[in-house]
């Protein structure tokens, strides 16, 4: 394949994501300025996210990735990043907050969570542009994500 069918091939995907992407533009930027308020503690961070709308407005769960062990005694073991979330900055997202709340929760069944206690920040508020939104900052990924990044011998890989 030749440099222009590959570069070709990449604008085409890029064009479809976007042409699935039914998230509306105010939203893309709550999203990104959201992710700013995750720090990792320690190595890299990879946000991720989740908009789901509804006629009470949007629900944007995020949370930072895995990392998956490749190779050595650790082999696919997944790592969690540590961080912390300035709640400045989370303030500065929302141009007023209705709820501001901290949950810990049990998870005894261990369906959708890795951990047995699971911990989410949970804001409910208007968006700048004036768009109801209520925000979950998950402490670690959903089951279902996928890690991502990969540690091997040979370096870290993103999916």
């Given at each position: 394949m030749s440099l222009e069918e590959l570069l070709q091939q990449m604008e085409d995907f890029r064009s479809r994501k976007e042409k699935r992407d039914c998230r509306p533009d105010w939203l893309k930027r709550?999203?990104?300025?959201?992710a700013t308020v995750f720090e990792p503690l320690a190595h890299s961070g990879r946000v991720g996210f989740d908009c789901q709308g509804d006629e009470h407005g949007w629900t944007v769960c995020m949370y930072l990735?895995?990392?998956e062990i490749i190779g050595g005694p650790r082999d696919g073991q997944i790592e969690h990043t540590s961080f912390m979330v300035d709640l400045k900055k989370l303030e500065n997202i929302f141009t007023s907050i209705d709820r501001l709340e901290w949950y810990s929760i049990a998870n005894e069944t261990g369906e959708r969570?890795?951990?047995?206690t699971r911990s989410v920040l949970s804001v409910r508020?208007?968006?700048v542009e004036g768009e109801s939104v209520h925000l979950e900052l998950l402490h670690t990924p959903p089951r279902f994500v996928e890690p991502a990044f990969r540690n091997s011998k040979d370096g870290v890989d993103l999916f």
């Open positions: 709550f999203v990104n300025s959201a990735g895995t990392t969570f890795d951990d047995a508020g208007q968006a």
